[in-house]
């Protein structure tokens, strides 16, 4: 099987690579601009199945590896008013398909659960082929967006503006770069 440019992976388990992924947000503030931010502590895998619609993916966050640059501002988003990792440690991703939309572009539909609050989510992917590393190991390489409303989740703390609008903008849109490594 291939897309317009790069094999697709053999079927079978493959693992997220963490220290060559990233799992990464952006959110609006002061209306304009843009503040940015990351998960360092996340695990999943991608059962690839044949036909390659049939596959699932399963993601694991540690919501407490949060990192936006700023210490005061992830204690913040670390709180109740936020992510409140306390009583949430964990978000995650669990998908349910995957269908081809043109080239080496796919939808990956799934459900993202934040606050143990569940929505359904479509991963915007770009599947960047499978290389072979210098030990002999195959890695498949992705890249994903999705938009998300964080007050669909429950995190709906904020403040107005004198000069109109919101501290904290609702949408917050996820980038992932995601390397995989194949399993046995």
């Known amino acids: 099987m291939s897309t317009a440019t790069a094999t697709l992976p053999k079927a079978g388990t493959w693992v997220i690579d963490p220290s060559h992924s990233s ?15 990351r ?6 895998t991608v059962e690839v199945a044949e ?10 966050i540690e919501a407490a590896s949060i990192d936006t640059g700023d210490a005061d501002r992830d204690g913040h988003v670390k709180s109740d008013d936020f992510l409140n990792v306390e009583g949430f440690p964990t978000l995650s991703f669990r998908s349910t398909g995957a269908h081809h939309k043109d080239g080496d572009h796919w ?19 770009e599947y960047l082929g499978v290389i072979t590393d210098p030990w002999g190991n195959d890695k498949a390489v992705f890249s994903a967006t999705a938009e998300i409303d964080r ?15 919101v501290l904290v903008g609702k949408t917050v849109k996820i980038e992932l770069d995601v390397q995989l490594g194949a399993q046995g």
């Open 23 to 37: 799992v990464e947000f952006v959110a609006k503030h002061l209306v304009v601009s843009k503040v940015r931010g």
């Open 39 to 44: 998960f360092g502590a996340f695990s999943g």
């Open 51 to 60: 036909p390659i619609e049939n596959s699932k993916v399963d993601v694991s």
């Open 107 to 125: 939808s990956i539909p799934g459900e993202l659960t934040i606050r143990d609050v569940t929505k359904p989510v479509d991963l915007d992917v």
């Open 151 to 165: 007050e669909e989740f429950g995190i709906t703390w904020n403040q107005a503006l004198e000069t109109g609008g």
